[in-house]
């Protein structure tokens, strides 16, 4: 499967800052996925990272607090904009490599609010 | 809506004991069925996967898994568990042409001597 790589892995960040979060995979994929996972949650889908365009949301999240870009086939990254201590979460990529294949996720980003 | 059901929220069994995950779907007159592992500190690691075909699945790690669709279930199992094994696993559903993932609260897993 593909090799997925998130960064920062961590950070703990200011109240009513940002924070660009990375995900770079080693080869083309089709699709590419932002999930959140509030503390002893499970995963919450934010959007799907349409490359070219613009992201696709899921209900409850919005273009304004998590822009997403996804400018070719092997990255995206995710921005948590104007942050308070509830965005406190791990925040997951995940792809997808081709038709009928499984999501495989990165290692995640573990941000703290202060 | 799809939705997806861990009835077990923690789970503990002694170390070579077996292990029985319970996941129950709903939607989908053809579900799409995984099972992920995180462990502390780590990103979700795909055991297994149903698509089509034979109802026993298996996976990595020595996991395998059974989709039965008269009772809705895709149930994980492993005959002698690990104290590597202790993590929280998520059972998720998609649908074809649509891979967006719906996933179960997830069932954390604890291993005693």
């Known amino acids: 499967s593909a090799v997925i790589s998130q960064k920062p892995s961590r950070d703990i960040c200011q109240r009513g800052t940002s924070l660009t979060i990375q995900c770079q995979v080693d080869?083309?994929?089709?699709?590419m996925f932002w999930y959140r996972q509030q503390p002893g949650q499970s995963l919450t889908l934010i959007a799907t990272?349409?490359?070219?365009?613009?992201?696709?949301?899921e209900s409850g999240f919005v273009i304004d607090k998590f822009p997403i870009s996804r400018p070719n086939l092997t990255f995206s990254t995710l921005t948590v904009s104007n942050m308070s201590p509830e965005d406190s979460s791990i925040y997951l990529c995940?792809?997808?490599?081709?038709?009928?294949?499984?999501?495989?996720f990165g290692d995640g980003t573990r941000l703290s609010i202060l | 809506a799809q939705s997806v059901t861990q009835p077990d929220i923690h789970i503990t069994v002694s170390e070579g004991a077996s292990l029985e995950l319970r996941c129950n779907y709903s939607y989908g007159a053809t579900p799409y069925l995984f099972w992920y592992v995180q462990s502390p500190g780590q990103g979700l690691q795909l055991l297994l996967k149903y698509f089509s075909g034979d109802t026993l699945v298996q996976g990595i790690k020595g996991f395998e898994a059974e989709f039965k669709r008269s009772q809705s279930s895709f149930n994980l199992r492993k005959p002698s568990v690990h104290w590597s094994d202790a993590a929280e696993y998520f059972c998720a559903s998609s649908n074809f042409g649509n891979e967006k993932l719906t996933f179960g609260t997830g069932t954390r897993l604890t291993i005693i001597p």
């Open positions: 995940s792809v997808v490599q081709g038709p009928g294949q499984p999501q495989h």
């Open positions: 080869s083309q994929v089709t699709m």
């Open positions: 990272a349409n490359q070219g365009s613009e992201a696709t949301y």
